[in-house]
């Protein structure tokens, strides 16, 4: 069963820092570069110099060494400061899509890691991120402190910890970021009711959404602790990585389709291909309008029951493909057509899926990148909805790389976890 636990989050200091949407930076990878730059720029104490340390040498590794004095300097300043008190925080996200105003609430707790009921899934993507695993481990290890947490969702049809959510005092931190989505947080100070919500997640399973080489460098960097310390008990706080956990039943995390853009295969004939297809899906034409995505997002969806994908090839229609054969339960739309197309027809598997595909959440970016003959072609994809996407991993179905979004993304630099700050 899931053990959670209450920490001491470190915080910034809204008195020094002022606007905290300035200070927060969403959760990206060292190769986006524009998104780095754009938030180090945003203010001199973003959170993305301390997880994306520019370096003063060309030494590669003393970027650790700038982070751990980055994050010295700001904590004897008070710019962050660590709770006195154990926590465990409510957190709660608002924000419009499809024209509903959404609210999102959950907790930010430290959770044990290598719980048997924490399911980490399994992709056919993250043994691409070796590289990315050493430098987050690397990070962590020079800072004690993680900036960001992991994203996990859990069910909660009873309700059992909803109830324990429920608050009518403001909250201690109320912002809205630079994408429009509010944050809010508030502090669980209170023995009893931090004890009531620990006892209400002992039945339930945690599945990791996003943050699995997070979960894995915390894994790593407990393992090395564990071997340096002089009379390990267990209860130290590297035995526990912060996790945001959130329910998929009511109000449940968005979810976004993410689709592929198909580059560098430009001696593919587009009516060779449809003819290729057709042999396995049922191939419907439809004329469109240039950027005419909300007609090609409603077909989809219309046809979602029949895993329907779109296929767009640069001119005036688009194709809806259904597999022709009935297709496995447990089946996703993402693994028909890696399997059926962008393997068999055109040869993109693992090891080269980086040099011919791009994916994006946005139907708009797929088709301006295929009509402007940057890519070749564009696949479609339907969001697939947290409820599924816990279904399956939690039967151990091992997903392809990048098969849905959920949205909004966690940002980082809200609450922050130090482990030298904590009680063992």
Same mark, same amino acid.
């Given at each position: ?17 002022? #606007?905290?949407?300035? %200070?927060?930076?969403? *959760? &990206? ?18 959170? $993305?110099?301390?997880?994306? /340390?520019?370096?003063? +040498? ?29 926590? !465990? ?11 509903? =105003? ?6 930010? &707790? ?8 924490? !399911? ?31 994203? +996990? ?19 201690? =931190? ?8 509010? *944050? ?28 699995? %080489? ?64 057709? +042999? ?12 005419? &995505? ?7 969806? +219309?046809?979602?029951?029949? @895993?329907? $994908?779109?296929?767009? &090839? ?13 297709? /496995? ?8 057509? @890696? ?16 040099? *011919? !595909? ?24 339907? /969001? ?35 482990? #030298?700050?904590?009680?063992?």
């Amino acid at each position: 069963m899931a053990e959670i636990k209450e920490f001491k989050g470190l915080l910034y200091d809204s008195d020094i820092v002022g #606007d905290m949407s300035s %200070v927060i930076a969403p *959760h &990206c990878h060292s190769a986006e570069e524009d998104t780095i730059k754009k938030f180090y720029a945003s203010h001199p104490f973003n959170v $993305i110099r301390l997880e994306y /340390p520019s370096s003063v +040498s060309e030494k590669n590794d003393e970027k650790y060494t700038v982070a751990a004095e980055t994050l010295r300097k700001w904590l004897e300043t008070g710019i962050l400061k660590a709770d006195e008190k154990n926590c !465990i925080y409510i957190y709660e996200q608002e924000y419009i899509i499809n024209g509903q =105003i959404i609210k999102n609430r959950g907790i930010i &707790c430290s959770v044990k890691l290598e719980d048997k009921d924490i !399911i980490t899934g399994k992709t056919t993507n993250y043994k691409m991120y070796n590289a990315y695993k050493s430098d987050r481990y690397n990070l962590m290890r020079a800072t004690e402190t993680e900036f960001s947490s992991i994203f +996990s969702i859990y069910r909660d049809e009873d309700k059992s910890v909803a109830r324990l959510l429920e608050t009518s005092a403001a909250p201690d =931190i109320d912002f809205k970021d630079v994408y429009d989505i509010t *944050h809010r947080i508030w502090r669980i100070k209170d023995v009893e009711k931090i004890t009531n919500i620990k006892q209400a997640f002992k039945n339930k399973k945690l599945v990791i959404a996003d943050g699995h %080489v997070r979960y894995e460098t915390a894994v790593n960097y407990k393992n090395k602790m564990k071997s340096e310390v002089v009379e390990y008990s267990g209860k130290e706080s590297f035995n526990y990585v912060m996790m945001n956990l959130m329910p998929i039943t009511d109000n449940a995390p968005s979810v976004l389709a993410v689709h592929r853009i198909i580059k560098n295969k430009q001696g593919y004939d587009s009516d060779a291909v449809i003819d290729t297809i057709s +042999s396995e899906f049922n191939v419907e034409k439809s004329y469109i309008r240039d950027y005419d &995505c909300d007609k090609i997002e409603a077909k989809l969806l +219309s046809e979602k029951e029949n @895993h329907a $994908i779109a296929m767009f &090839c640069g001119k005036d229609y688009y194709y809806i493909l259904t597999p022709k054969n009935e297709v /496995p339960q447990n089946m996703t739309d993402a693994e028909i057509l @890696h399997n059926e197309i962008l393997y068999k027809i055109f040869g993109i598997n693992d090891e080269n899926s980086k040099k *011919h !595909i791009a994916f994006t959440t946005s139907m708009y970016e797929a088709e301006k990148r295929v009509r402007e003959e940057e890519a070749q072609y564009a696949f479609y994809l339907n /969001p697939m909805t947290a409820s599924a996407y816990f279904d399956l991993n939690e039967e151990g179905k091992t997903l392809p790389k990048r098969t849905n979004s959920f949205y909004p993304k966690l940002m980082m630099g809200i609450v922050m976890n130090k482990f #030298d700050e904590q009680e063992v």
